[in-house]
């Protein structure tokens, strides 16, 4: 190490030196400024694809939340939609019932008219035969009663003898 000390010149060194300063000024001028400049548009790109990928993962996570709810108003909607119609479809069994229950009734009702109705003719026609035979019977009696004067005469003095004079 020593020799390399001793060795050391001042013109080797002045050389050197400006060469260094030439080529840092050669480099100054015409690399480091599109090595640089290619340095700071790689830096924006970089800053740019990430700002993008920043902007995208927002949006897909905004998107993502929306989907969420969309989903969660679908399934209120369909439940709803769901409830409405067992409302509506109990709602209509009910009438069904209810306007069964009516007519039912309402057949009930004409039918037990219809028997009575049937009834009362039955029985006013049984009436009408039942005095016409009585009819029927007391003329042929009284018509047999009333062949012999002498039963006629008996009869009147019977009736006679009953009614009492005031």
């Excluded at 219809?114 to 039955?122: R, T, W």
């Excluded at 009436?127 to 009696?141: C, E, G, M, P, Y």
Aim: no cysteine.
């Amino acid at each position: 190490m020593e020799a390399l000390i001793h060795d050391f010149s001042f013109g080797l060194f002045f050389w050197l030196l400006i060469v260094l300063v030439i080529v840092v000024f050669l480099l100054g001028k015409f690399a480091w400024k599109p090595i640089i400049s290619a340095l700071d548009e790689r830096e924006q790109g970089i800053t740019d694809a990430l700002a993008s990928a920043e902007k995208a993962k927002l949006e897909m996570a905004r998107l993502t939340n929306e989907n969420e709810q969309l989903l969660k108003d679908a399934r209120v909607e369909r439940d709803a939609i769901l409830q409405e119609a067992k409302i509506l479809k109990d709602k209509i069994v009910a009438e069904a019932k209810e306007s069964a229950q009516t007519e039912g009734a309402k057949l009930i009702e004409n039918a037990k008219r219809e028997i009575e109705d049937q009834k009362l003719k039955a029985l006013a026609e049984v009436k009408n035969q039942v005095s016409s035979l009585s009819l029927d019977i007391a003329r042929k009696v009284l018509a047999k009663e009333f062949e012999d004067q002498g039963k006629q005469e008996a009869l009147v003095s019977d009736l006679l003898k009953d009614v009492k004079l005031n």
